[in-house]
């Protein structure tokens, strides 16, 4: 399934650029969960500031 998911997206990202910070936000989910979200949850509160 997510073999399916990443060549969709690839062949997304030659039409369109932008969908490479989506394809980066699913390359951190592919790592261990707890790493990935402490990633996501500091963005997120670097944000916020």
């Excluded at 490479?20 to 790592?31: A, H, R, T, V, W």
Aim: charged share 40%; glycine share 0%; proline share 4%.
């Amino acid at each position: 399934m997510r073999k399916k998911i990443i060549s969709l997206f690839s062949r997304l990202e030659k039409e369109d650029p932008s969908i490479k910070s989506l394809i980066f936000f699913l390359s951190l989910m592919d790592k261990p969960r707890s790493n990935a979200k402490k990633k996501f949850f500091s963005l997120e509160k670097s944000k916020k500031i």
